[in-house]
Every structure is written in C-alpha cells, then in structure tokens.
C-alpha cells in the first residue's frame, strides 16, 4: 500500500511505517495546499495528513486513487470527513492518546495566565527584576477557585480531575448533552460555566462551535476571570477577545491556539495580560510517538481488510 506522510514523525513512528509500507515522507514541514492534496489523493492509496492539510470539500474533486486518511491527531476540522465518505474514503483519527497531555497544557495555561508568570519571565530576561517586594506582580490564586469547562469530554474530564483533586476547585461544566463527568462536578448553562474563575475551553471545532466564545460570551465573564483555549483557534472570536483584554474587560488569558494559526495578530502579541505557546498541546516525545502509532494502527488494519479502530 502507498501511503503519503504528509509531515515528518518521530524518528519510532517513521521506522515502523517505512518497515511496513512503501512510504513517501514528505520534508516540508508546511501544510498541504488544496493543489498538493489533489496531487496526493490521485497517486497515493493511503495517506496521513495531520492539522493544517487541506482536505476539504473541493479537493476531492479530482481523481481519486485514495482509499484512507489516518489523520494524525484528534481534530479533523482540516478534513471534510463527508465529502471524503462520499467518494469512498475511510477516515480515522487518533483518540486517547492525546489527552493528558492536552490537560497538562492546559493547566500550565492556568497557571501561567493567573500567576503572571510569562509576563515575570520577560521581565527576568530584560533585566528589568529590581528585587523582591511584597506587591509585586500580584497574580491570583488558583487554590479552591472556581472551574468553568466547556465541553466535557475526554479532554474535559482529564482537566477537572487534575483541577478538583489537585487545586482543590469546584467544577461546573458545560456541554450539549449531558454526561457523567466522573468526578464532583455540576453540569450548568454556558452563561454559568462563563461566571467562573477560570473558563477552559475543551470542545471539538465545528460550524456549531465556531466563535462560540465572542463578545457577548465575554461580557459574561467576570472581570478577574481567565479564558484558556487549548481546543481550536475558530472557537474563539479573536477580535473580540482582542478588545477585551485591551480593555482589561476579563483578567487574562492562556492560548494554545489561534483562529488563523500560525498567523498570530500583532495586537495579541503586544498584550502583557495574555499567555501564548505555540500549539504544544501535544509536544511530547511519548505522545507523538503514540499519536503516530495509532495511525500506524489504523493504516495496518485498513491494509489488511480489518474495520480501523478510530473511524470517524
């Protein structure tokens, strides 16, 4: 089976695929074009794109020797998983193995955003630390705060556990179906879960969750409050999350992602009361290793007549 590896793996994961696959492994660390991605689905018969490709809808409108997309992560809002269904094409994902590392990061958002810590660590380097003071860089307690979750699935789940047992917090949640979240946790409306010390969001992307987070959601949101996305950029109007942290509307917040990453506004950089990192909710040797081997996975049983694990 040709399989097209859309960007480069951990050294683990290449060995395996080039052991069991005639492989091409692309050295271009760029995401697909439409124009590339038309060119792969017409030579390749299976390949592993990963965030950023361009599957959508209209790239599927050529030829079409492709039988398989094993995306290399979770999220799959780069892939129309429809329009590939519809000419054929099975699609997976790799589930569970991305999950704890996503909530760590999550938590380091946290902590970073309320405890200032990314504006302490310019100031270090600028050789601008004059000293100790009692008053200086007064950030805010996390201990026995409030939690606010929006979308309580694996990811979701994973944080409020790490946030209730480890800090303490009481955790409210928001999602659109209800769920056992596992843990003391009280399902509320959106509007509840905004009013909370901390509001993480956690939910997948999609036409119904684009800008879920704008103006008017932040408006709701106390005004010692931090919103930390470790989701997708879309979910969360960047404009309007850029006027309010200008207007010191909301306390802070701590961004994985952004809406048009890796485009990441001048505005947004110049803020002082916002952490950002640059996607590294997975970046960690394990994970990717077992993100790859999940693909792995789901190529070998396609390959060998099997239903893949992780179809979407």
Not at 79 to 92: E, F
Not at 98 to 125: F, K, N, P, W
Not at 187 to 212: C, I, K, M, N
Request: aromatic letters at 4%; proline letters at 5%; glycine letters at 10%.
């Amino acid at each position: 089976m040709r399989v097209l590896v859309t960007r480069a793996l951990t050294p683990r994961v290449e060995a395996v695929l080039r052991a069991e696959f005639d492989v091409e492994i692309r050295t271009d660390d760029t995401p697909l074009t439409r124009a590339a991605a038309m060119r792969a689905l017409s030579d390749f018969d299976a390949i592993l794109p990963t965030l950023g490709d361009d599957f959508g809808a209209r790239s599927f409108d050529g030829a079409i020797r492709t039988r398989m997309l094993a995306n290399f992560g979770v999220g799959y809002n780069h892939i129309d998983v429809a329009r590939a269904r519809a000419v054929g094409i099975t699609v997976t994902n790799t589930p569970g193995a991305v999950t704890d590392a996503t909530a760590d990061i999550a938590l380091t958002l946290i902590l970073m955003s309320a405890r200032r810590a990314a504006e302490g660590e310019r100031l270090v380097r600028a050789g601008g630390w004059t000293g100790w003071q009692p008053t200086q860089m007064l950030g805010q307690h996390v201990t026995g705060k409030r939690l606010g979750v929006i979308g309580m699935g694996r990811i979701g789940r994973a944080i409020a556990r790490r946030c209730h047992y480890g800090f303490g917090m009481e955790v409210v949640f928001h999602n659109r179906s209800a769920v056992d979240p596992g843990l003391p946790a009280r399902q509320v409306s959106l509007a509840q879960a905004l009013g909370a010390d901390f509001v993480v969001l956690a939910v997948p992307s999609s036409p119904e969750t684009r800008h879920l987070i704008g103006a008017a959601e932040l408006a709701q949101m106390a005004p010692h409050a931090h919103l930390i996305n470790i989701a997708r950029g879309e979910i969360v109007d960047e404009v309007a999350l850029i006027a309010a942290l200008q207007a010191r509307q909301i306390g802070g917040a701590g961004l994985d992602v952004y809406e048009f990453e890796p485009a990441v506004p001048q505005a947004l950089r110049d803020l002082g009361n916002v952490t950002l990192l640059p996607h590294l909710g997975t970046a960690t040797e394990e994970v990717r290793d077992a993100m790859g081997l999940m693909a792995v996975e789901n190529l070998r049983a396609f390959r060998d007549g099997k239903a893949p694990p992780n179809v979407l």
